[in-house]
């Protein structure tokens, strides 16, 4: 008799359980199409009866950007003038040219070139001006308009016509879209005896082979090498099979790197390492900061909670969500967030806060906790945590605001015409800070402040409420000595501001190999890194539970 109360209760709790479960979901659907027809309505209205002429596409995609927006500044929506160039970079494998376009008024300038990329090759340079491709004109297009043209498929050719500095004469070079290969391992070598250095740029194709032949070839120059510094600075990720086989370099086969979950739990996978390693047992250093984003923290993140190496730098970005993309209807698609990974501990380094597209540091009390293999304590929801953790070099506002404008660029520019090659890289140091001071004097550079804008918004509000002329005076007074403090700022950061044109010449002419070479002849991080690897005692202390 008990048995069949209870049967009974059972079976009825089932049947409330899914009639709410059924109701819910009516419910939901319900609200679906009830907002659709809403907005279905409106959008009917306003093209009807709006006062001026609007474009419907256009009207459209500002509303789906918009809705998107409140999700993650990684689900997009692509329209079908758009989808040619997603295609290339998504379906057929992005056919890289080597050079990367910005837009400076109303010019389309080159503002990088890869090393022996098909760009590089063809004999074109930072600093030219991009007027047509394939005979269409860059006219009134974006930078990422451009982009998206410039790429296709690997082995087909594409025509640019460009204008280079100090020329009026338009030159026609004709260019062979390469592969995805790139220099993701700008540079490897010897930093001190028995310490080796390798820089990781991008987690593109074969990045896993080209840090794992890199160690090679360091403990090949070096018999006795003790400790490597992998850099993961300003590397903001890339492909998830690359992040898995560099941890593959440092960890043997068969460990769990990630796992990814989402809604669906029939989708959710894990990925292991699968191949031999390089070297289990050498002292690893890795080297973030907060531009470290998705492959990079998944990396530096396994290496931390399986006690493989010791992190050191500032919290990396944030990223760790796994999209993937839809077809939506005529020749549209949205890329969404499907899913988020997790690594060994656990625990998912997903910020939790956004504003204005950009994460939102959360305290650390916020953040759950999780255990690395040897049990120290990790914490998830906004990036990877250094085990030593290092205040960011900032550069000053004034550095930030010529590079903003372009100023350095522009300088730099007019600085190389007529110059085929400079002194070496090991020798090279600009000092005319009287010439560069005399370009500024020319330009229309504006160094407009946070400041400025708060005086501005003290004096509108105070004449709005009525406030006396003596309250406008002391305003006045203060910007004008805000005025004159911004006028010495260019003075006071000469050092500065000379060490951001050399670094901009020396990339021009030795590429990011050159520029990494040279930013680790004064790097703190470098620094801290190499004095860790040479405390053994102090390595394995950090490794230990406290």
């Known amino acids: 008799m008990k048995r069949k109360y209870l049967l009974g209760a059972i079976t009825g709790l089932v ?13 939901r659907y319900f ?19 709006y006062v001026d002429e609007i474009d ?20 997009n929506y692509f329209s079908e003038s758009q989808i040619e160039g997603w295609r290339f970079k998504n379906e057929e494998g992005e056919a890289s040219s080597g050079l990367k376009v910005k837009k400076i008024g109303l010019d389309l300038v080159i503002s990088g070139i890869i090393e022996d990329s098909p760009a590089h090759e063809a004999g074109l340079k930072v600093g030219d001006q991009i007027k047509a491709v394939n005979g269409e004109t860059t006219e009134k297009r974006s930078a990422e308009d451009v982009m998206d043209i410039i790429s296709g498929i690997p082995g087909s050719e594409m025509n640019l016509d460009v204008v280079r500095p100090g020329e009026t004469e338009i030159k026609n070079i004709k260019i062979t879209r390469g592969g995805m290969d790139g220099k993701n391992v700008p540079y490897s070598g010897m930093v001190e005896p028995g310490i080796g250095y390798i820089s990781l740029t991008t987690f593109t194709r074969d990045a896993g082979r080209n840090v794992a032949n890199a160690l090679r070839d360091l403990k090949t120059e070096s018999t006795d090498l003790k400790g490597v510094i992998l ?13 898995i086989n560099v941890c593959n370099v440092f960890i043997p086969a068969e460990e769990t790197v990630v796992t990814t979950r989402s809604k669906v739990v029939e989708a959710d996978q894990e990925y292991k390492t ?35 190496g010791v992190i050191i730098g500032q919290l990396s970005y944030g990223k760790g969500l796994v999209q993937n993309t839809f077809d939506i209807g005529y020749n549209a698609k949205v890329k969404l967030t499907t899913s988020k990974y997790y690594i060994p501990s656990g625990r998912c380094i997903q910020s939790v806060e956004y504003k204005n597209g950009e994460r939102v540091h959360i305290t650390d009390d916020k953040r759950a906790k999780f255990k690395t293999r040897a049990g120290r304590t990790v ?22 605001k010529l590079m903003q404008q372009d100023i350095i660029f522009n300088y730099v520019t007019q600085y190389c015409i007529g110059k085929d090659s400079i002194e070496s890289l090991e020798t090279f140091h600009y000092k005319d800070f009287a ?18 804008d708060a005086l501005k918004k003290l004096k509108d509000v105070a004449s709005t409420e009525s406030y006396s002329t003596e309250v406008t005076s002391h ?11 911004k006028a010495t700022q260019v003075n006071k950061y000469e050092k500065e501001i000379l060490q951001a044109i050399e670094r901009e010449i020396l990339s021009r002419y030795y590429f990011e190999t050159g520029l990494v070479r040279h930013q680790l002849k004064n790097d703190p991080e470098l620094a801290e890194a190499i004095k860790v690897l040479n405390n053994s005692q102090q390595y394995t202390s950090i490794l230990q539970v406290k």
């Open 56 to 75: 419907p596409n256009q009207l459209m995609k500002v509303g789906i950007d918009a809705m998107l927006a409140t999700l993650d500044p990684f689900t």
């Open 475 to 485: 305003v006045d007074q203060l910007k004008t000595i805000v005025e004159k403090e």
């Open 231 to 243: 850099d993961l600075r300003g590397n903001g990720g890339g492909l998830l099979r690359e992040a």
């Open 435 to 452: 010439s560069f001071k005399a370009f500024l004097d020319k330009s229309d550079f504006k160094f407009e402040t946070e400041t400025d």
């Open 379 to 400: 914490l998830d929801g906004g990036g990877v945590q250094p085990d030593v953790p290092l205040t960011a070099e900032q550069r000053p506002l004034i550095v930030k």
């Open 15 to 27: 049947l409330v359980v899914g009639m709410a479960f059924t109701y819910q979901q009516k419910e």
């Open 274 to 308: 699968r191949t031999e390693p390089v070297d289990t047992e050498i002292e690893l250093i890795v080297l973030i900061d907060e531009n470290s984003a998705s492959a990079s923290e998944i990396v530096s993140g396994v290496m931390q909670d399986l006690d493989r």
């Open 31 to 49: 609200d679906i199409i009830k907002n659709l027809e809403i907005f279905s309505n409106m959008y009917k209205e306003v093209n009807s009866n």
